[in-house]
């Protein structure tokens, strides 16, 4: 989830070149991203193991930190791929409980390393006078979990447990979004809808998992202000997600707002640096049978810094990006450190 696929050119010049090249590749997911960027609209991910939050297994499918940079810029018609490398650290105090695969958990240490692939099409198509792009991610990654002591209830807190131990490889469930992008002179903006599709590998009963088994909707948008001029560019995200019931523990995660902003500056013609941040808090409580712990409401803020680097691969420019946010501010959910690592690129676009 870096910020928009496409490649951009506002005028000549090196802030002009690099930011072409930003803008390059689709950059929650989903998710995600997220993200889960353009490609963002669809992890995003948007994708699925995003960091964890107050909800069932402490995670969300919206993909914190996504995006970013240039998120409400929508590039022009073509097919774009992106791949964003994501890892996340956390750990949850020793006096809050989790639940997790239909268990409850406590003194909990969680490590995921996961890439989520993404590939959107900006098509040559207008609705409402703005362009429309589809888009699609698959996670895949390896998600280790430990925890101190499991209980048997949160009403009894008979431990039944000590010194669990659970990773695995897997895919995620897909995330498919739609996007409309506008643009006005130095400003640029977008609506993404994005559907969590329960498809991917659920292990039921076992803490680490990277699929959530059940249906999520994420409403957001974006606005770009962008300066060629001068390379700077102030960006910012805001949505909501909208989860559906997981069959297999009758949990429903509670409704969850989200978001990102982002300040940046190119420093040469391909090199920009920037800090980032995010917002995320559940705006209503967790239910079904299987939310024994209540409303479970979270929040965590975040904060870090971008650097971005873009270059050619023969005609073929590729737009690279690292970010690094750590967490703070945490209720009810787990306190980490986010890393990703973006490479965006256009398979086909518009000259």
Known sequence: MADSPGRWRPRRGATDDMMRNEASGPSR?????????????VAGAFGSLQDARAAENGTGFY???????????????GVYFESDTYSYDAKL???????????????????????????????????????????????????????????????????IGASLRDN???????????????????????????????????????????????????????????????????????????NGTNPATDYRTGTEFHLEWAASKALTSA??????????????????????????KGRVTALGGTLAYNFTVGKTPVSTRIKILREFAVENRARGTVGLLTVSLPLTASP
Do not use: C
């Not at 240490?109 to 890439?115: I, K, L, T, V």
């Not at 609705?127 to 792009?133: D, E, F, P, V």
């Not at 920037?274 to 705006?283: A, E, T, W």
């Open 29 to 41: 997911r989903p998710a995600r991203f997220g993200v889960l960027m353009a490609l963002s609209l």
């Open 271 to 296: 090199l920009s640096a920037g800090v980032i941040g995010y917002h995320y808090q559940q705006i209503t409580g967790d239910s079904g049978a299987g939310a024994q712990l209540g409303a479970y």
């Open 93 to 159: 105090d020793a006096r809050k409980s989790l639940p997790a695969g239909g268990r409850f958990v406590a003194d909990v240490r969680s490590q995921a390393r996961a890439d989520f692939l993404s590939g959107t099409w900006v098509t040559p198509w207008e609705i409402a006078g703005g362009n429309l792009a589809l888009g699609a991610t698959l996670p895949v990654g390896r998600v280790r979990v430990g925890a101190g002591l499991e209980y048997d209830s949160p009403r009894t807190n008979r431990i």
């Open 168 to 242: 695995a490889t897997m895919f995620g469930d897909p995330v498919f979004s739609t996007m409309l992008g506008w643009h006005a002179g130095k400003f640029h903006w977008n609506a993404t809808v994005m559907v969590n599709a329960p498809a991917g590998d659920y292990r039921n009963g076992e803490l680490a998992n990277l699929a959530f088994h059940r249906w999520a909707t994420d409403l957001s948008g974006a606005l770009t202000w962008f300066d060629p001029e001068t390379g700077v560019d102030l960006s910012g995200v805001a949505g909501v997600t909208f």
């Open 63 to 77: 993909l914190l930190g996504g995006r970013g940079a240039m998120a409400g810029y929508l590039p022009p018609p």
